[in-house]
């Protein structure tokens, strides 16, 4: 119970400091009740100024006219700062005679400092230099027919007055610096926040790649397959070539198994995105795809070059007859993973719109000055990528952006000697570059 109550303690006491550093750090003239505020100061002001005129001796003692100019002296500030410069002028333009016919001197000067405290710190520093050449004349003019002998006198009149015109501008400079430093944190905020849903919107759109590279190629193949096991059971039903119909089921399952493998890992990803998210912590470091990184949080690598010839087995298995060249060195795997998919997306359009039996699909991959070029070319009919029955899809769309993922161009159209062409020039790191 005692360390909950000393806790609730310093709680509370640390609260009133932050509202006390909250009110001080606050600009005075968008401050709220800013006039209300100074009315109570004003009012607390003149309590004080009677208490110094009953119980001080300085100058004369007030009479009528005295407790006029006094009362004028603070009246105003209750709009010392909503108009800091008229305040200070009807504040010294009752003090000046005030002080010329020799009433009390000291009650009035909390409320003229009050006044220039208040022009100092809302004014620039040039205005403040020209109000402190406006006040100190007439008041060591005044002071010097009042009190003729008193050159000390002058001195210390001279220095409250700097003294406090320096303060209000070293607050005015102070509450400046914790705007600024407030602003900077707010904009630092707002960056973050809008550079983790740029990553989050990133992620997202790499994960839809990846699932429609994946899911594309999958079921184009298990299609084809499917359809050389139909034709293998209806060609020639009283001779039924068995090994061809296991061969071609078997290359199903295969698929089947390696895509339901692929699929389990991009999944993975995007779980792991999720808390990640959850948690406030960075997509791209959950997920660990982004540009550079050489596997998927951890759970396997990044499809890569040396996947290329599994690619190009399993359109061999779907009827196209594959050439695969490969001279390529030191490719870091974001560049490895881009190249692997536009060559996946560019064999499974092959294969899917290729429209002859006997089609031919030459992939080349080779590094030269310091970029590495992808060629994938068939001599089918030559339908463009993304175009099913009739329809717009996203392979093109995805391939120009992998290729933009890692720096790259990506071109796509007809081939020199018919049928379609895909090539692709993917920039290497001078850093990863061997």
């Known amino acids: 119970m005692r360390d909950r109550a000393a806790a609730a303690g310093g709680g509370t006491r640390f609260r009133r400091i932050e509202r006390v550093m909250a009110a001080v750090n606050r600009d005075p003239l968008t401050a709220p009740h800013r006039t209300r ?41 209750v709009w010392r700062r909503s108009r800091p410069l008229l305040v200070l002028l009807a504040v010294a333009a009752c003090a000046t005679p005030y002080h010329a016919l020799d009433y009390n001197h000291a009650v009035p000067i909390p409320a003229t400092l009050l006044a220039l405290y208040t022009v100092a710190a809302t004014g620039t520093v040039r205005r403040t230099l020209l109000i402190a050449v406006v006040v100190l004349g007439p008041t060591l003019i005044v002071n010097s027919f009042t009190n003729p002998d008193g050159a000390l006198e002058l001195l210390r009149i001279s220095g409250w007055i700097i003294a406090v015109l320096f303060f209000g501008v070293d607050a005015r400079f102070y509450r400046q610096y914790v705007a600024s430093i407030v602003e900077r944190a707010e904009r630092a905020e707002r960056t ?12 997202r759109l790499r994960i839809a790649r990846d699932l429609h590279d994946l899911l594309a190629h999958s079921i184009t193949l298990i299609g084809v397959q499917t359809s050389v096991a139909a034709h293998v059971l209806t060609a020639d039903p009283d001779r039924l070539d068995r090994k061809a119909v296991a061969q071609a089921l078997d290359d199903i399952a295969g698929t089947c198994r390696t895509a339901r493998g692929e699929l389990r890992t991009t999944l993975e990803v995007l779980r792991a995105n999720e808390v990640s998210v959850s948690v406030g912590g960075d997509p791209m470091n959950s997920s660990g795809s982004g540009s550079g990184s050489g596997c998927a949080d951890g759970r396997g690598p990044l499809p890569g070059l040396d996947g290329l010839p599994g690619l190009a087995q399993t359109a061999r298995a779907a009827g196209a007859e594959v050439e695969l060249s490969i001279h390529a060195d030191g490719v870091p795997p974001s560049v490895g993973a881009a190249a692997y998919r536009i060559v996946q997306e560019a064999l499974t359009n092959a294969v899917r719109h290729g429209g002859r039996d006997d089609l031919t699909v030459r992939v080349g991959l080779r590094t030269a000055e310091r970029t590495l070029r992808v060629s994938v070319t068939d001599d089918g009919a030559g339908c463009g990528p993304g175009a099913v029955d009739g329809t717009s899809g996203f392979g093109l769309v995805g391939m120009r952006e992998r290729a933009r993922s890692v720096g790259g161009t990506l071109d796509a159209g007809p081939g020199p000697a018919g049928g379609f062409e895909v090539t692709a020039a993917l920039p290497l790191p001078r850093e990863e570059h061997r």
């Open 192 to 203: 973050r926040e809008e550079e983790a849903r740029r990553r989050v919107a990133e992620e």
């Open 37 to 77: 505020n100074d009315a109570f100061i004003a009012v607390g002001l003149t309590a004080l100024a009677v208490t110094l005129a009953l119980f001080v001796d300085d100058g004369r003692p007030l009479g009528p006219p005295g407790w006029a100019l006094l009362a004028g002296a603070h009246v105003p500030l």
